[in-house]
């Protein structure tokens, strides 16, 4: 029996136009192109280099896994990619848009708009209750009340989680707070959905039902790039990205 009710079945109809958010079924668009891109930190006098020389491709509609040793620079890549960290040098475009030439508020604009993060140590807003949680991404679209009132119903549903809803993150175990982390990633329909070991705390069966559920997002037209140690996580994706010391090596 599955974990979730009814996890992976349809959204509401009407649900994903309510909120603007129509795919274009069978489009294949460039979404991110990374080229030299390259981080470093300064240590002894010198630069400590977390990421090196990388390009990168990434079509909409694409599944990635990103995998290898600790301290390879997954987490780094991840951030930049999700508008966390603009220091960086070398080309971003996302969307079209040069990520690097972009000030604050247009990078957070960006984001707002197309991106939902799964953070690896979850970062709900301690003093928001977890249907509040889940409401914050929805407040950035065109929404009524009424209408985010329903998304995130149908969410805390989906993931079986409406007796928690009035809870605050302190008052829940580490995997319900990661359940919670992913449902704020996909509430909002997002194009891209990063996440870095969106499992990690969660029992095999759920880590399952959240990779089947990102499949279904995916075959539905998301993006997906998740950070992972798990081959079995990765073997839902479509292709995987393989880091050693801050480059992507070439399988
Ligand atoms: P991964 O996700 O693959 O485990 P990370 O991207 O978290 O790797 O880290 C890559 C490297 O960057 C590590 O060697 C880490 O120590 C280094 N690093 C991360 N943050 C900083 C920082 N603020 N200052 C110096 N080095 C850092």
Do not use: C
Not at 17 to 29: I, R, Y
Not at 60 to 78: I, N, Q, R, Y
Not at 87 to 106: A, C, D, Y
Not at 179 to 196: C, E, G, N, T
Request: charged letters at 25%; hydrophobic letters at 35%; aromatic letters at 6%.
């Amino acid at each position: 029996m599955s974990f979730f009710r009814d996890l992976v079945g349809e959204r509401a109809s009407g649900q994903d136009e309510a909120a603007g958010l129509v795919k274009n079924e069978g489009m294949q668009e460039r979404l991110i192109e990374l080229r030299g891109v390259e981080k470093s930190y300064p240590q002894g006098g010198g630069q400590v280099y977390v990421l090196r020389r990388v390009d990168l491709a990434i079509d909409e509609g694409d599944f990635v896994s990103v995998m290898g040793p600790s301290g390879a620079g997954k987490s780094t890549l991840l951030h930049i990619l999700g508008l966390h960290d603009s220091e960086f040098t070398g080309e971003f475009h996302l969307l079209g848009e040069p990520v690097h030439k972009l000030g604050r508020k247009q990078r957070h604009e960006l984001q707002k708009r197309a991106i939902g993060f799964v953070f690896q140590s979850y970062h709900l807003l301690d003093e928001l209750t977890v249907a509040e949680n889940l409401e914050l991404p929805l407040s950035y679209r065109n929404l009524k009340k009424s209408e985010r009132e329903a998304i995130v119903a149908d969410t805390l549903d989906r993931f079986q989680i409406v007796g928690k809803k009035d809870l605050y993150p302190r008052q829940l175990s580490g995997g319900q707070q990661q359940l919670v982390a992913v449902a704020r990633a996909i509430v909002a329909s997002p194009k891209l959905i990063l996440a870095d070991e969106p499992t990690g705390n969660l029992h095999t069966e759920q880590g399952a039902e959240i990779m089947q559920l990102f499949q279904k997002l995916n075959s539905e037209g998301t993006t997906i790039i998740q950070v992972t140690h798990s081959e079995t996580n990765a073997g839902y994706g479509r292709r995987i990205i393989r880091m050693r010391d801050g480059w992507i090596a070439n399988d």
